[in-house]
């Protein structure tokens, strides 16, 4: 089988993969609407983790600041000096869990919706190397033999 001529097959079964416009406008404005919901939502999560993480301190200093004075025992200050200082390095890892939140991932997700509507436009223009990477993307459950292509059969590609 000559290489234009599986080429030529394997991107037809790109032409199968689409996803209507009026859907993909609906999916762009679910994600990004999703978006400001998950700015909003990680701006309020960081304030409860700010304010937890400030009691916690504060009962620490306020704790060392007794067992200074005799007013509790040094058993229990090393208890619960051990307990507060693991609660507040809890508190930093999911402050630095939502750092990583970033909204980008949404953006990229609709690039992806519209890179998926113009997937076969894009491969007939690209060279043979761009053409073979996408396809191993794409299709990589395909198999080749001496002469037969076998794409398995899937459901619709369309959404």
Same mark, same amino acid.
Request: charged share 35%; net charge negative.
């Given at each position: 089988?000559?290489?234009?001529?599986?080429?030529?097959?394997?991107?037809?079964?790109?032409?199968?993969?689409?996803?209507?416009?009026?859907?993909?406008?609906?999916? *762009?404005?679910?994600?990004?609407?999703?978006?400001?919901?998950? %700015?909003?939502? !990680?701006?309020?999560? =960081? /304030?409860?983790?700010?304010?937890?993480?400030?009691?916690?301190?504060?009962?620490?200093?306020?704790?060392?600041?007794?067992?200074?004075?005799?007013?509790?025992?040094?058993?229990?200050? *090393?208890?619960?000096?051990?307990?507060?200082?693991?609660?507040? %390095?809890?508190? !930093?890892?999911?402050? =630095? /869990?939502?750092?990583?939140?970033?909204?980008?991932?949404?953006?990229?997700?609709?690039?992806?919706?519209?890179?998926?509507?113009?997937?076969?436009?894009?491969?007939?223009?690209?060279?043979?190397?761009?053409?073979?990477?996408?396809?191993?993307?794409?299709?990589?459950?395909?198999?080749?033999?001496?002469?037969?292509?076998?794409?398995?059969?899937?459901?619709?590609?369309?959404?």
């Amino acid at each position: 089988m000559r290489e234009e001529e599986l080429g030529d097959k394997l991107g037809q079964t790109l032409k199968n993969i689409y996803i209507p416009d009026d859907v993909l406008t609906q999916l *762009e404005k679910a994600l990004l609407a999703d978006t400001g919901h998950q %700015e909003r939502s !990680q701006k309020q999560q =960081r /304030g409860r983790l700010e304010q937890r993480l400030g009691f916690v301190r504060h009962r620490f200093e306020q704790a060392y600041m007794d067992k200074l004075d005799g007013k509790i025992s040094e058993e229990f200050w *090393e208890r619960k000096a051990v307990e507060w200082k693991a609660e507040e %390095e809890q508190i !930093q890892y999911a402050m =630095r /869990g939502l750092e990583q939140v970033k909204p980008e991932r949404i953006l990229d997700g609709i690039k992806i919706l519209e890179l998926a509507n113009k997937a076969y436009f894009l491969y007939v223009k690209q060279t043979p190397e761009e053409k073979a990477k996408l396809l191993r993307m794409v299709l990589s459950n395909c198999s080749v033999d001496a002469v037969s292509l076998y794409i398995p059969p899937t459901e619709s590609r369309s959404i």
